[in-house]
Nanobody, 124 residues
Framework: QLQASGGGLVQPGGSLRLSCTTS?????????VGWFRQAPGKEREFVGT????????YYSDSVKGRFTISRDNAKSTVYLQMDSLKPEDTAVYYC??????????????????WGQGTQVTVSS
């Protein structure tokens, strides 16, 4: 039900926009659509999430001020705009969704649906 896209190779300081398209007509029931990332040898890490109805967004401290999550209701798509990218942002990025409660938004195991992942590499 989730399709992530938009990854690629970018130089430090550059920008990328990832997209997560939902399908199946269940977007409004998913409550939160979030982004996680996993670098080689590391655990999956919460990046940020958006409440589908209120558009309230929440971010990890490591990306706050650099990354922005938004959604387009008509396209059933959530975007992750990544600016001022750093080499440490290199990872496979996953979008995820589920009928979470606010206190659980940073826990990957609380998300029901997952996209396939898209590689982001920040390197000169």
């Amino acid at each position: 039900q989730l399709q992530a896209s938009g990854g690629g190779l970018v130089q430090p300081g550059g920008s990328l926009r990832l997209s997560c398209t939902t399908s199946g007509g269940t977007t409004s029931s998913l409550r939160y659509v979030g982004w996680f990332r996993q670098a080689p040898g590391k655990e999956r890490e919460f990046v940020g999430t958006i409440n589908w109805s209120s558009r309230h967004t929440y971010y990890s401290d490591s990306v706050k001020g650099r990354f922005t999550i938004s959604r387009d209701n008509a396209k059933s798509t959530v975007y992750l705009q990544m600016d001022s990218l750093k080499p440490e942002d290199t990872a496979v990025y996953y979008c995820a969704a589920g009928p979470l409660i606010l206190s659980s938004i940073r826990e990957s195991r609380r998300y029901t649906y997952w996209g396939q992942g898209t590689q982001v590499t920040v390197s000169s």
